[in-house]
């Protein structure tokens, strides 16, 4: 198995960058052709491995990029999404969506519809393609029947490409791979670069699935591997240096000391975490005189903000928010600006391009998401998973106040990663339906407990 997936990436990196190469995209489509017996073996298993294979290159994504366009993460992704797709159809059964899944279709078609009175057309269909492209595989993750033993296998490759990310992240800075500023930047020979903010974004959900992990494990020596994996995690997380990740990160420290039963070595951690994050290149950055303006995102939000007067209702076209900003760059005051700048903020670039019933469908959307999980009734380590999982959603959520990470696949993969662990419970028959209302059922008690009392004073 492992020289066939040697060959397969062999293969598929020939056939990549080769693309235009007539001779040698028939060698790739020949090789393809021989290998496909060999993969009908475990076609059934094929979407699984993919699925585990994309959760942990979503760190690397930003540094897999190619020459001849289409990066390797979306070629990946086309490539899952028919896999899965294909699987479905071979079983002839897909999961009941959520209704997350619905409230997603109906932000994607209203964001299409914005393009019809967006500023520049262009960037409304650039945007709305990678917005919709990601948008598919969700859904599609999301009708895929997936067994609880297959969620061990893709949330261990989460986890995987997390460690290894952060790993990685941690060599780069020890070498001092760092630019303009005490922190990581992980930057490849072609040019490709990780924003620092979401390489540390993307290490929340690994780190609340090996928090979780090391948490209810019993044994010394599996406690030890997950405090390492936890440890590795965290200083790669440090590394980058970001300050709204770190909120996001105590908030979700805060949503896990609520929801579970490991609050003493919680705040155990909590307290080792903190002094480990002050002498880390998150404090130096927290110390910096910025801080206030939050590096310059108040003076972009005001500008944003301001063409809210003109956009509030229908927005000014997805993918239009720097048309926007542009338009309104000198009717606000503010510190001097780069005329081509980012929202960063989910909620200020939502509002600004799809306006009131665009910004309300996403928050609907989030909370959906987050309520998926909520109401499972399980005991153990199924509990725990879904816990973690609503814990990454909700750290990425709070990281959403200060980076436009809607398109972002870190984002996409923690809401498949809830899909696709709503779809193994139900597989297994655990129930997940929220309870009855507890005050329908007291106010139906006090209603018979007075039919009883006016019986026996013969009022009826």
């Known amino acids: 198995m ?14 990549v960058y080769e693309i235009g190469d007539p001779g040698r995209l028939g060698i790739g489509i020949c090789a393809a052709l021989i290998l496909a017996p ?3 073996l475990k076609i059934e298993r094929l979407p699984v491995y993919l699925l585990t294979a994309y959760a942990a290159l979503v760190p690397f994504s930003d540094l897999l990029g190619t020459e001849a366009g289409p990066s390797y993460m979306r070629l990946l992704g086309i490539l899952t999404g028919c896999s899965l797709l294909l699987s479905i159809v071979a079983m002839r059964r897909a999961m009941k969506p959520s209704r997350s899944v619905v409230a997603v279709l109906l932000l994607a078609a209203y964001a299409g519809t914005t393009i019809f009175w967006a500023r520049d057309t262009g960037s409304a269909l650039t945007g709305y393609g990678t917005y919709l492209s990601e948008i598919a595989l969700f859904t599609v993750i999301s009708l895929y029947p997936v067994a609880l033993s297959d969620m061990k296998l893709i949330l261990g490759g989460t986890i995987v490409g997390g460690v290894v990310a952060a790993g990685y992240g941690d060599f780069f800075f020890s070498h001092g791979q760092a630019m303009s500023a005490p922190r990581l930047y992980i930057l490849s020979r072609a040019g490709y670069a990780i924003d620092p903010n979401d390489f540390a974004a993307f290490l929340l959900v690994p780190i609340a699935l090996t928090l979780i992990m090391f948490l209810r494990s019993r044994t010394v020596a599996i406690k030890l591997c997950w405090l390492a994996g936890f440890l590795v995690l965290l200083s790669g997380f440090a590394a980058s240096g970001s300050r709204g990740d770190t909120l996001a990160l105590v908030v979700m420290g805060c949503f896990l000391l609520w929801q579970t039963q490991y609050k003493r070595q919680l705040i155990t951690i909590a307290c080792a975490s903190l002094v480990a994050v002050i002498a880390s290149p998150v404090g130096q950055r927290f110390a910096q005189p910025d801080i206030a303006s939050g590096d310059l995102r108040l ?11 003109q956009y509030w209702l229908t927005g000014a076209g997805v993918g239009n928010f720097n048309q926007a900003f542009i338009q309104y760059f000198l009717t606000v005051p503010h510190q001097p600006l780069g005329w081509d700048r980012v929202a960063h903020s989910i909620f200020v670039q939502t ?7 665009g910004f309300v469908l996403m928050m609907a959307f989030w909370y959906l998401e987050f309520r998926d999980l909520a109401h499972v009734n399980a005991k153990g380590l199924v509990v725990d998973i879904c816990t973690a999982l609503r814990a990454g959603v909700v750290s990425i959520f709070v990281a959403g106040l200060f980076l436009s990470l809607m398109t972002s696949k870190y984002t996409w993969l923690a809401f498949s990663l809830v899909a696709l662990m709503r779809s193994a419970l139900i597989t297994s028959g655990i129930p997940i339906d929220a309870p009855k209302h507890r005050a329908s059922e007291k106010q139906e008690s006090e209603n018979l407990e007075s039919l009883r009392t006016k019986l026996a004073r013969g009022h009826l």
Not at 2 to 15: R, T
Not at 351 to 357: C, K, P, Q, S, T
């Open 2 to 15: 492992i020289v066939l997936a040697i060959w397969l990436c062999s293969c598929a990196a020939q056939l």
């Open 38 to 40: 060999i993969l009908l």
């Open 299 to 309: 003076d972009i939000w005001k500008v944003g903000i301001a063409s809210l007067h």
């Open 351 to 357: 509002a600004v391009e799809l306006g009131l019933f």
